[in-house]
């Protein structure tokens, strides 16, 4: 039976029960699409991993190593998710560490479900969750420590495709896993990521590219009454590109364009 998975490089590896990533959440993760053995957004990609792991003191692997993982685990064709996992390794000694330990990496291989991809072209739907997200000044690491996600998306409906996080102030953060950018007329509004939210790819190349798209990133704080009145809601992260909200509580959008222009954008991204 294939492996859907490396450990430090290796299928026949297993992760210590004293790992750091699994005790502490004292690591970083990256999802990514991989197609025919190449990943997608590669540049972005490791240049995310490698900011984050510094930012945490630990030592990123090089993007050979993270490259000859992929070309192991992934097959000539076809459309997979990957997930990368880098810890800063084992320790015996809680929450304290000595320097120079060696880090874990972790590459999982998912499958990549066309058809409901193929599905949400169509326009998805939105709610709202009851969990906070909290401020941090850590909240830009795509860190191992994702509660606050995970209980957001605990309360879904099965028809919700994601769920608004607001802020302790009651402010529009983004979703539990996705980036949120809401149109009104040529401002195109996103939460600023300080304090709250991952600061991820697709919202890096859409930021650099706003003029491309004929509008203006705006970074004001919106309400909950104040995004119903938006022109378009586009979602957007790694795995699926640009989404079009058409539905959110009693309010309802008809398609527009945004989301493909979005899309074409990140498609001609290399």
Known sequence: MAKNFLINGDTKNSLS??????????????????????????????????????????????????LED??????????????????????????????????????????????????????????????????????????????????????????????????????????????LFIRYGSDLFTASNKGHGIHGVTKKIIEENIKRLNLSMNYSPLTIDQLKKADEIIVSNSIFGALQVIRFKNKKWNKGALANSITSLLNETN
């Open 17 to 66: 029960p004293f790992d750091r990533g699994l005790a502490f959440g004292d690591g970083i993760f990256r999802t990514l699409l991989v197609e025919d053995k190449q990943p997608k957004l590669w540049k972005m990609q490791y240049h995310k991993i490698s900011n984050d792991l510094r930012s945490m003191e630990i030592k990123p692997p090089s993007q050979k190593i993270l």
């Open 70 to 179: 992929i070309q192991k685990l992934f097959p000539s064709k076809g459309i997979f998710i990957a997930k990368i996992i880098v810890t800063r390794g084992e320790s015996h000694t809680g929450y304290d560490f000595k320097k120079g330990i060696k880090p874990t990496r972790v590459l999982l291989k998912i499958d990549f479900n066309k058809k409901k991809y193929d599905l949400l072209q169509k326009g998805v739907t939105l709610t709202t969750t009851d969990i906070k997200a909290s401020s941090s000044p850590y909240a830009s690491i795509k860190h191992l420590n994702r509660l606050e996600n995970v209980l957001a998306r605990k309360g879904l409906n099965k028809d919700s495709f994601d769920a608004i996080m607001l802020d302790s102030n009651g402010n529009v953060c983004d979703c539990a896993r996705s980036s």
